[in-house]
């Protein structure tokens, strides 16, 4: 009988940027423009033994109802300047930034990642995404945008572009001139970067919808997402890794890497209380009623936040918020914010902080490390991109009292047995014979 090796998990850490995650009025926030701030998260994560340390971004300050998002982060730095320098200060940690395909061209990105990955010793990683909305083209020169269904072709020919770029240069450091003729690029010249460490910087994909899916699965080295039960993680986890055939991949060539949160306690109940807490600061009275704005696409000031769900349907047209794309079917997402509310009695706030939270773990260290482990065991998840709800202390905690039990389940490395990211993950490098 063959026996299956054990299934060890991996774990990425999230510095969040545009987003609901952090509670920035605790006094433990420190600001996100401080080098200091991306230092201790990133060396935490290296104590930690992470794979990467990921980094969020966003290219234009989101409005609702003609003002700065409350929740959006005013002065953030640019992502792979911050990695630049944190190479600088870590050894083995990978370094993912996030950088946009829709406002950038292929042979300018694709020098900025290849130096990174010398830089660091081949531990680059590009998150790559794109944008749809006017609001954020307004920011470039070309202004547009791109409609949503050509957005992910101008992604596919971008990032293989930027690889005819990294592959122009053999692995014994001889360039060769390159061409590319397509719709969206046509360049040609000789590329100025020698073939990095890594031959090609690792690749995420952030997205749930079927286009997101099928890029992933065809050009993407991981899938960085976000699903809450078991069931939903499996059947994700089934779904995408069952489209990688088609493009000649096998199932260990795209890691699935939900972004969850972690709250820990000494008791189960203390972390529920821990949890709760949390989530009512992040979820401010107002931040409820923006929250709701989003979905409903009204001005909806005169609610009580502690007060009923509206009872009117969502209104069609541009959202509230510009930056930031309504919800898919707004009508059938209302109502199933209104089917919670009624079933559990929840008012605005208690349902925008039920139903619109990241999936956590929440309990003691030991049954957090049960049940990350679980996960991926029943192949509903191959890792998990850690996002803290405290920058930059909030994986303290996790890597001192989390990460020993994972290895004493032999769910996790004890050492770092590479000097690349694409070693830390298993993956395969560009050119090397299989």
């Known amino acids: 009988m063959t026996v299956r090796p054990r299934r060890r998990l991996h774990l990425a850490a999230h510095f969040p940027g545009v987003n609901s995650t952090t509670v920035w009025a605790d006094p433990r926030s420190r600001p996100q423009i401080e080098f200091a701030s991306f230092a201790h998260l990133a060396r935490t994560a290296e104590r930690g033994l992470f794979d990467f340390l990921f980094l969020a971004e966003g290219l234009r300050l989101r409005e609702h109802k ?32 996030t950088v946009n395909a829709t406002f950038n061209e292929p042979y300018e990105l694709a020098r900025r990642f290849a130096t990174l990955d010398h830089l660091s010793g081949g531990r680059a990683a590009w998150n790559v995404v794109t944008s749809s909305d006017a609001f954020t083209g307004e920011n470039f020169r070309r202004g547009g945008y791109l409609d949503h269904a050509d ?19 053999t692995p014994e450091g001889i360039a060769r001139p390159f061409a590319h003729r397509g719709r969206h690029f046509d360049i040609a010249g000789e590329f100025t970067v020698p073939r990095s460490p890594q031959g090609h910087p690792v690749v995420i994909q952030a997205g749930d919808s079927a ?20 069931a939903e993680g499996r059947a994700f986890y089934a779904d995408v890794k069952r489209r990688l055939a088609r493009y000649g991949r096998g199932p260990d060539d795209l890691k699935i890497m939900p972004g969850v949160g972690v709250v820990l306690g000494d008791t189960a109940a203390d972390a529920r209380e821990r949890a709760a807490v949390v989530r ?44 930031r794309t309504r919800r898919g079917d707004t009508v059938a997402l209302a109502e199933k914010w209104r089917a919670l509310s009624r079933e559990k009695g929840l008012s605005i706030r208690e349902t925008v902080i039920e139903a619109g939270g990241r999936p956590s773990f929440v309990g003691t260290p030991a049954s957090v490390a049960e049940e990350l482990d679980s996960y991926v065991r029943h192949e509903a998840a191959d890792g998990f991109v850690l996002v803290p709800h405290l920058t930059p202390g909030g994986l303290d905690d996790f890597v001192d009292r989390v990460v020993p039990l994972l290895q004493e389940r032999g769910a996790f490395r004890t050492a770092y047995r590479g000097t690349t990211l694409r070693s830390h993950l298993g993956l395969p490098t560009p050119g090397e014979e299989r």
């Open 151 to 169: 957005r992910y072709q101008r992604a596919a020919e971008f990032l293989a572009t930027a690889r005819e770029l990294w592959d122009s240069w």
């Open 211 to 230: 286009e997101g899916r099928e890029f992933a699965a065809a050009s993407a080295d991981v899938i960085f997402t976000r699903h809450g039960t078991l």
């Open 66 to 97: 003609g003002r700065v998002h409350d929740l959006d982060v005013v002065g953030r730095p640019e992502s792979l300047t911050v990695l630049s320098a944190l190479s600088g200060v870590t050894e083995r940690l990978g370094l993912a930034a």
């Open 280 to 323: 009512r600061r992040q979820v401010s009275p107002q931040n409820a009623l923006l929250a709701m704005e989003q979905i409903w696409g009204t001005d909806l000031s005169s609610y009580d936040p502690d007060g009923p769900l509206p009872d009117i349907d969502p209104v069609p047209g541009p959202a509230l918020t510009r930056g």
